[in-house]
């Protein structure tokens, strides 16, 4: 399996595990205001990165790119700033810290779209060119 692959897989386990700890937190607490925040952690956090890690896994030659790496990389950093900020939901302080992961998600998307829509011969981390199918 590529390296971003697992990369991908592996975190996406984390964030379920962050996932079903806060919905256990609200239920156990009966206060389900970060319902968002949980949402946003299984979604886009498990679900997602569990997607990315998949897409990959299925096509070796683009998950050799550097930008798969970047992808991944920024991604997570958009999930980190994101996500926290999200839990603490309440506080308008944090609204500018949401909108900023937000953004930093937004970039990450594009670069996986830049990915999945570029042709399969681009340079690869390794400085090998992939075979195109």
Same mark, same amino acid.
């Given at each position: 399996?590529? !390296?971003?692959?697992?990369? @991908?897989? !592996?975190?996406?386990?984390? @964030?379920?595990? %962050?996932?079903?700890?806060?919905?256990?937190?609200?239920?156990?607490?009966?206060?389900?205001?970060?319902?968002? #925040?949980?949402?946003?952690?299984?979604?886009? =956090?498990?679900?997602?990165?569990?997607?990315? =890690?998949?897409?990959?896994?299925?096509?070796?030659?683009?998950?050799?790119?550097?930008?798969?790496?970047?992808?991944?990389?920024?991604?997570?950093?958009? %999930?980190?700033?994101?996500?926290?900020? %999200?839990?603490?939901?309440?506080?308008?302080?944090?609204?500018?810290?949401?909108?900023?992961?937000?953004?930093?998600? #937004?970039?990450?998307?594009?670069?996986?779209?830049?990915?999945?829509?570029?042709?399969?011969?681009?340079?690869?981390?390794?400085?090998?060119?992939?075979?195109?199918?």
């Amino acid at each position: 399996m590529p !390296k971003v692959s697992e990369l @991908f897989f !592996k975190t996406a386990i984390i @964030f379920l595990i %962050l996932g079903i700890a806060a919905g256990l937190q609200m239920a156990i607490s009966g206060d389900h205001g970060a319902f968002p #925040a949980h949402a946003h952690i299984n979604l886009l =956090g498990w679900v997602t990165s569990a997607i990315f =890690g998949g897409y990959y896994a299925l096509n070796p030659a683009k998950a050799a790119r550097r930008s798969a790496m970047i992808h991944y990389g920024v991604y997570n950093l958009g %999930l980190v700033v994101m996500l926290p900020a %999200l839990y603490l939901q309440g506080n308008p302080a944090l609204e500018p810290i949401v909108a900023t992961g937000s953004m930093i998600v #937004a970039a990450a998307v594009l670069i996986f779209a830049f990915v999945v829509f570029s042709a399969e011969t681009e340079r690869s981390v390794s400085g090998i060119q992939a075979v195109p199918r």
